[in-house]
């Protein structure tokens, strides 16, 4: 036995023997740079990556297995781009240790690492090629034993093609002391971090002692110390720091908190926030579950020095999985903002059941203090109280409410299904909500100004994509709401959000003495489109206008803008960013003077492009029915199409043109266009035709028989012309008047009116003129045919012009008209008249080619000179006279029948 014991014993030791001598032998003949361009096809070959290997490779055999590597890197897969690197790595383990599974390593050296981690929009990654395909799931767990670590300048980076998310660490630097499995070591780190989903850009150092047993899964982190600090959670010089010790046991699903203390100081939009978290210990196991008192605070304070302090109390808590109860949490709040002091206190008991992840806060009651002088007492109390119910794994909570506020009492409840994708339902009824109590008199408010630009495109459609994960299903009833000078009555409405549409059904509220029903909705949340269908039974917009509205009505109109001031472009951009579709129903409306009833419209609004389709009101008397679309994706443009039935002209111009120069009723039919950037410009750009019927009606501002009977100017005779401002107190009735008008470059040209009245006739291509809408300017010339008598409008009989075509001339401004008869064209029309021989022949003698040439011939002074300056029949025999005595006897005596003719002709 003893001889065979020493044989196998010989045989090993000389297997022992060759074996070192084998190691020897390779630590002195190999050299692994040798088959560096081996390695670097084979990995060609079988990955298609390249491997670049610069520095020299140094490998040590006994007693410990060794690699000293140089600067070494490999490319992407089948891609020259770099995908990890590193400057140098040192890496030695225990060769004997490996025969019992053991893997006992001296301190690992790296330095100078990169890798670039991709994960590409179908989820796989840019190593999965590097990944062994065989099934290790019988392999068996390999202890191991590493002196220490120490990693320097490391950096690593992500990107997620799908998402767009990029997050990098680099100047990565760690040291830990010895690792082994099951055992404690120290480790601390720091690095700095960068990432765009969210935005981060900030460095972080970690201490700790740490002990991992992944297969036992329990794992222990003390004494940590923990920092992260610069932009991050959307602020600027953010701090993140956590302290204290974490044992998670999950076998025993126990956890154990000591001394954890957690806080976040930085600033945020402007305003410094602090928020601590102390935990001074808590242990949660199967058997019990305790904790020492909990504390949260908050402090911040922003740019305009208003602050708020909230600070939350958990009491003690004791109990076990399925039953823990505290004794009660309560908090405290102090908010200053500008005047107004509010101070608060609440208290609940809480109770759980952690097994079944159920939460209960049975009755949290609470009140404050309100002090500020815009309330109508200067101050305000107020009290409420709550339940509230989770139960965390079936993601289902529920809770009612009942606050009490100076005049407005508020409850209801609130329901949630759904953590992730929350689904939430309410119920909110008060019976008066006081917001002049709460807010302050609207009256007192001064309007708020600020310099700030506006970070929104008004020509960019509103940002709603977070409703896509909204859910909601609720009502809203109030009795009253208050706040002055406006009460709002009887508010009903329920709101529904399904993650495709959020709508408002079964509106119903009347404001002031305006009753509104109806239904608003919103929908395609990237590109909102608002949708609505709304009654509206009577409604004053007076009452809500501007006071400085009502000056402006007053202001005189027709003026065109003035020439040196520059007139601003219109500004149609919030119209390209609106999509809608809808309808308003107005049983009776007022604007002004203006009331109107029936109104009825329907918007369409997409892109820039806008109609109102059908835009139908009843309103002066007649009624309105047509449609009006605007254009304001480039140059705005505008285009009118209305109906006008039975319409009381009169007031119509008062209100658009503050002119009522045509009186009676009548229909009017609009297809008209406009483009610009002004209203300028729109007015001289306008085009199109217009249509108007009247009856019954008078032109104001002209008496066109007294202006015949009136015109008793010698000089507006001799000068051709008898023109005269508009008087308002007199008027010309009509029975019927006719025109249409067509419109090119603002200017709108008519040669068709026709008129009748009792005095005179106007018929179709009679007249002829244009009216200047950009300028606000008129230059037409109208020709009435008198009837045979002037009486029945107060004058004379004028037989000698029954049949004449009367020129009426019509100039000046929408404001200022005027009009004249062309006296000139007059006598034209008499001289090729019956009524001039019939006058001739009353005059008789060498007079009467005098008033021939007067009325119809073109020198008006000689003729004038030779019916007033002629010699009498009986002055010739006195020589005696003188010359100018002659005349003068003379112009005396003879002239007088022929003054008398011209005055009756003329009505001097």
């Not at 008598?789 to 012009?801: C, R």
Request: without cysteine.
């Amino acid at each position: 036995m003893n001889n065979t014991l020493k044989k196998i014993l010989y045989i090993v030791g000389a297997i022992i023997g060759v074996l070192l001598l084998l190691v020897i032998y390779l630590a002195a003949t190999f050299n692994p740079n040798d088959y560096k361009s081996t390695v670097i096809q084979l990995v060609k070959d079988k990955k298609q990556r390249t491997l670049d290997i610069k520095g020299d490779i140094k490998l040590s055999f006994w007693p410990k297995i060794g690699a000293d590597l140089g600067e070494i890197s490999l490319s992407e897969h089948q891609s020259d781009k770099q995908f990890a690197a590193i400057k140098s790595a040192k890496v030695a383990l225990a060769v004997l240790p490996l025969l019992k599974k053991e893997i006992v390593v001296d301190t690992v050296y790296l330095d100078g690492a990169q890798v670039n981690v991709i994960q590409h929009a179908d989820g796989s990654f840019n190593f999965d090629d590097l990944m062994s395909k065989e099934d290790d799931s019988e392999s068996q767990q390999i202890n191991f034993d590493v002196q220490g670590i120490k990693i320097t300048n490391t950096q690593a980076g992500f990107l997620n093609e799908a998402s767009g998310a990029k997050y990098s660490v680099d100047q990565l630097n760690l040291t830990t002391g010895q690792v082994a499995l099951k055992q404690p070591f120290d480790v601390a780190t720091d690095f700095h971090v960068a990432a765009n989903q969210p935005a981060m850009d900030a460095n972080a150092s970690i201490k700790a002692n740490v002990m991992a047993d992944p297969e036992g899964k329990h794992f222990v982190v003390k004494d940590l110390d923990a920092q992260l600090k610069g932009a991050l959670l959307d602020g600027k010089d953010v701090t993140l720091s956590a302290q204290g010790s974490v044992d998670v046991d999950a076998a025993k699903t126990a956890l154990n908190l000591a001394g954890l203390k957690v806080a976040m100081q930085g600033n945020f939009a402007g305003t410094d926030r602090n928020v601590t978290l102390e935990a001074p210990a808590l242990a949660v196991n199967p058997e019990q579950i305790s904790s020492d008192k909990v504390l949260l605070a908050l402090k911040q304070k922003a740019a305009n020095g208003d602050d708020v302090t909230v600070e939350v109390a958990l009491a003690e808590i004791k109990g076990n999985q399925q039953a823990v109860e505290s004794k009660g949490i309560t908090a405290d709040v102090q908010l200053n903002a500008g005047a107004r002091k509010v101070e608060g206190h609440f208290a609940s008991p809480v109770k759980a059941n952690l097994a079944d992840m159920i939460f209960d806060v049975p009755g949290l009651a609470g009140k404050f203090d309100i002090k500020d002088p815009a309330l109508p007492n200067g101050a305000m109390q107020g009290q409420f109280k709550l339940s509230a119910n989770a139960n965390v794994k079936q993601e289902q909570a529920k809770s009612t409410f009942d606050l009490t506020l100076a005049e407005t009492r508020l409850n209801g409840d609130v329901s949630v299904a759904g953590f992730k994708t929350p689904h939430i339902g309410f119920k909110v009824h008060a019976d008066t909500l006081n917001l002049n109590a709460l807010l302050g008199n609207s009256k007192q408010k001064a309007p708020a100004t600020s310099t700030a630009k506006a970070d929104t495109k008004p020509d960019k459609p509103a940002e709603l994509s977070a409703l896509k994960t909204l859910f909601l299903d609720g009502s809203i009833n109030i009795g009253k709401i208050l706040y002055s000078p406006y009460t709002l009555t009887g508010l009903n409405v329920a709101i529904k959000a399904d993650g495709q549409k959020l709508a408002l059904q079964g509106l119903d509220v009347k404001l002031d003495d305006t009753r509104i029903q109806g239904n608003v909705g919103i929908s395609q949340f990237s590109k909102p489109l608002y949708t609505f269908d709304l009654n509206i039974d009577k409604l004053d917009l007076n009452r809500y206008l501007p006071q400085q509205t009502a000056a402006a009505e007053s202001k005189p109109a027709g003026n065109a803008p003035d020439s040196h001031s520059e007139e601003q472009p219109l500004d149609l951009s919030p119209l390209k960013a609106l999509n809608a579709q809808g309808n308003i129903r107005v049983g009776w409306l007022k604007y002004g003077k203006t009331e109107a009833k029936n109104l009825n419209i329907g918007l369409k609004s997409q892109d820039g492009l806008a109609s109102l389709d059908p835009l139908n009101v009843d309103v002066y008397q007649g009624t309105v029915r047509g449609a009006v679309k605007v254009d304001a994706r480039a140059t705005p443009s505008i285009a009118i199409n209305q109906n006008l039935q039975n319409i009381a002209v009169g007031p119509l111009l008062m209100d658009t043109i503050n002119n009522d120069m045509l009186s009676g009723n009548g229909n009017l039919k609009l297809d008209v266009t406009a483009q610009g950037n002004t209203v300028t410009a729109l007015k001289k750009s306008l085009g199109g035709l217009v249509d108007l019927r009247m009856a019954d009606g008078a032109v104001k501002g002209i008496d066109i028989a007294g202006t015949i009977r009136d015109a008793k100017s010698k000089l507006n005779v001799l000068k051709g012309q008898s023109d005269t401002a508009a008087d308002q107190s007199k008027k010309t009735d009509f029975s019927e008047l006719t025109a249409s008008f067509n419109i090119k470059n603002g200017v709108a040209h008519n040669e068709d009116l026709a008129m009748k009245a009792p005095v005179f006739r106007l018929t179709k291509g009679e007249s002829k003129g244009d009216i200047d809408i950009g300028k606000e300017q008129i230059n037409y010339v109208a020709k009435p045919t008198l009837v045979n008598s002037l009486k029945g409008q107060g004058g004379k009989e004028s037989d000698e012009l029954s049949g004449i075509g009367i020129p009426i001339k019509i100039t000046g401004t929408f404001a200022a008209p005027k009009f004249g008869i062309d006296m000139a064209a007059l006598g034209q029309a008499l001289a090729k008249s019956a009524a001039l021989d019939a006058l001739t022949d009353k005059i008789g003698g060498d007079k009467a080619g005098a008033v021939k040439s007067l009325i119809g011939g073109d020198n008006k002074a000689d003729a004038l000179k030779g019916l007033l300056n002629g010699k009498s029949s009986g002055s010739s025999t006195d020589d005696t006279k003188s010359d100018a005595a002659k005349q003068e006897s003379g112009s005396n005596t003879e002239t007088k029948p022929a003054q008398k003719a011209l005055k009756k002709l003329l009505k001097f």
